[in-house]
């Protein structure tokens, strides 16, 4: 394989990531029975506009490197888990 085949899997693979992350995400805060019942209004609409901050992004930026892909993903995810661990604080006390 040559390195320019790996970069265009890599890169792929990378936006596949982080478009499904994306997606996955978006139904989880839909459905009540699963994240989307633990969220405050306040909080469902953080994770939403990272949402849609990151695929904004990434119809912007088909073509991107997959680094940059990853970091994007990256950013989603460090908001996700601020959140949850919020949550989980809360579920603790």
């Known amino acids: 394989?040559?390195?320019?085949?790996?970069?265009t899997r890599d890169q792929l693979k990378a936006r596949d990531d982080l478009e499904s992350y994306?997606?996955?995400?978006r139904d989880q805060i839909q459905d009540?029975?699963?994240?989307?019942?633990?969220?405050s209004a306040d909080d469902k609409a953080k994770i939403e506009?990272?949402?849609d901050t990151?695929?904004?992004?990434?119809?912007?930026?088909e073509e991107a490197e997959a680094s940059e892909f990853v970091t994007q993903k990256k950013e989603i995810?460090?908001?996700v888990q601020g959140i949850l661990a919020k949550i989980q604080?809360?579920?603790?006390?």
């Not at 994306?22 to 995400?25: C, H, K, V």
């Not at 604080?89 to 006390?93: A, E, G, P, S």
């Open 22 to 25: 994306a997606y996955s995400l």
């Open 54 to 61: 990151g695929m904004d992004w990434l119809e912007e930026n």
């Open 77 to 79: 995810e460090d908001i």
């Open 89 to 93: 604080t809360q579920k603790d006390v």
């Open 32 to 39: 009540k029975q699963k994240l989307g019942g633990e969220l």
């Open 1 to 7: 394989m040559s390195d320019e085949e790996k970069r």
């Open 49 to 51: 506009e990272a949402i």
